[in-house]
């Protein structure tokens, strides 16, 4: 046989004392679809990034060869003439990936007309073509739109672009859908495979593929590597891994599936929360003539109804703009509702004044979607967990807080060593329960979780999720659980919500709606989740 495209022996990867990448040993063929996966830590992005050289102050040892050249051996400069033309990559994030400053064609166009000599006419035109080849619609005009003016699946397929402008002849796409709604991570994964094997008919292009998501891994990659710490622990096909895996480790990855495990909501249980004909709009600038004179509304949330009871799981579900972090701002009383009013325990937020609107807060709490973002980098855990009782509970002294905090801790599996250490210092698990363990100290009735576990190892969402199982049936609290993860909803949910356009299309007992949804939208949904 041919020597394979990729050939990876022995790769270790050294942080100073820290040995990130043991001994792996890879080859992907040309024409190739191979996913590597495994958790986060687990070794697969220093890999790719290894590939590339892209890793400072790394020290790597073993074999990385493409097309029989040996990639250790070469210099920086030599390097920078094989990124791009012979090797491309797609990034996790692409808003961080993407330079803010410069329009997408630009961007696009630098390396055409870098490594091709292509004139800024000549790049342009072939980086319309490349946008339109991905999907964008409009790609005449979007080529001159800066990232923050596309969506998260435009600016992934912008990435996809960039990555294909010198038709690479491998691949590398690092968790290319892990931050997309299902509906455009299931438009990604068929793109990319369409393009994998239009490049394969002309060049043979392989794609290495690292993820953590295992559906995609089912519908995209041809062969699996699985990647615990460090170590490359099985390799097979995509029919030998996922009908017969040996390792425990690959046993546990495709056993981490959320399982519904929610107890029924006592008939007598009482409302805790209701939102009655809601609507939040903003201001926004007419197009042409009209808007030097006046202002349009825009309406993110839509006359919308819902209403959670003690013990109760809501789940919202939609794409990104459909309204549901905008809803839950509303509900919190963080957002003004323009029309309609929301009521906790049967008042309106807005009638709760002093003394009672901080009562009211420390029984509405929410846990966002990054914990990295929305925990203080600068305090310790001690403090951040905290903070609350310090405002809301004055009564309480510096050693009665400091065991409530301890408390809170252990309830969500964290010891005491941890209060002194910063958020940085953990992983995106734990930095989680840190932040679940926050907005539990305040004992509320009611959290809203805004997408808590999308950006999560499956093996840990499943920890996470089962947490907040076992904290929802021990304080009895109320839910409302925003996602797009329409599997992660349906184990966690007893009713939910689906929203489109601020609208909400269609809602009830989730079991049902999952089971035969009325709405074209929700069946959307659905089929979307079996796609990505």
């Not at 996922?242 to 599936?257: A, C, D």
């Amino acid at each position: 046989m041919s020597e394979p495209l990729l050939s990876i022996k022995d790769l270790r990867v050294r942080f100073g004392d820290t040995l990130a990448v043991d001994g792996v040993n890879l080859d992907i063929r040309t024409g190739e679809r191979v996913a590597l996966v495994g958790e986060s830590g687990s070794g697969k992005s220093v890999t790719a990034l290894s590939i590339l050289r892209l890793l400072r102050d790394a020290e790597l040892s073993g074999s990385i060869r493409v097309e029989g050249q040996e990639l250790l051996a070469k210099s920086e400069r030599e390097m920078r003439g094989l990124r791009g033309s012979d090797i491309a990559m797609i990034f996790q994030e692409p808003m961080t990936a993407l330079n803010p400053l410069y329009t997408v064609g630009d961007q696009i166009g630098e390396t055409i007309q870098l490594h091709d000599g292509a004139t800024p006419r000549e790049a342009r035109k072939r980086a319309i073509a490349l946008l339109e080849r991905t999907g964008i619609t409009e790609p005449g005009r979007r080529i001159d739109s800066y990232p923050h003016q596309l969506s998260g699946g435009q600016r992934q397929r912008v990435m996809i672009a960039m990555a294909l402008a010198r038709r690479p002849h491998l691949l590398l796409a690092d968790e290319p859908t892990t931050a997309l709604d299902v509906t455009i991570r299931a438009q990604i994964v068929e793109l990319l495979l369409e393009l994998q094997r239009d490049e394969a008919e002309k060049r043979g292009m392989a794609v290495l593929l690292i993820t953590h998501d295992l559906n995609l891994v089912r519908r995209f990659a041809e062969r699996v590597s699985v990647m615990e710490k460090g170590v490359l622990v099985e390799s097979g096909s995509v029919e030998q891994i996922f009908e017969s895996p040996q390792h425990p480790y690959t046993q546990r990855l495709l056993q981490s599936k959320p399982r519904r495990s929610v107890l029924p909501v006592l008939p007598i249980a009482p409302t805790l929360f209701d939102a009655k004909d809601v609507s939040v709009d903003y201001p926004t600038h007419l197009p042409g003539f009209e808007g030097w004179f006046r202002r349009g509304r825009f309406k993110a949330v839509d006359d919308v109804t819902l209403s959670v009871r003690q013990g109760e799981t809501l789940g919202i579900v939609g794409e990104s703009g459909s309204g549901k972090s905008t809803l839950a701002m509303a509900l919190l009383g963080l957002e003004r509702v323009s029309t309609g009013k929301v009521e906790f325990q049967g008042r309106a937020l807005g009638d709760f004044r002093g003394r009672e609107k901080t009562v009211l807060r420390s029984n509405l709490q929410v846990v966002f979607q990054d914990p990295f973002s929305s925990l203080s980098p600068r305090q310790m855990v001690e403090r951040i967990v905290g903070e609350g009782l310090a405002l809301h509970r004055p009564e309480l002294d510096a050693a009665a807080r400091h065991a409530k905090v301890v408390a809170v801790m252990r309830e969500v599996g964290m010891d005491r060593g941890a209060l002194t250490r910063y958020p940085h210092e953990f992983s995106g698990g734990q930095r989680q329960r840190i932040a679940i363990a926050r907005a539990l100290v305040l004992e509320p009735s009611i959290l809203i979780l805004d997408e808590p576990t999308s950006a999560l190892d499956v093996s840990i969402q499943t920890q996470v999720l089962s947490l907040l199982a076992d904290i929802q049936k021990k304080h009895n609290l109320g839910y409302v659980f925003i996602s797009h993860d329409l599997q992660v909803i349906g184990a966690m949910a007893h009713c939910v919500a689906v929203m489109r356009n601020g609208i909400v299309v269609e809602s009830g007992d989730v079991e049902k709606i999952f089971a035969n949804p009325s709405d074209e939208y929700t069946r959307k949904l659905l089929r979307a989740v079996l796609l990505s």
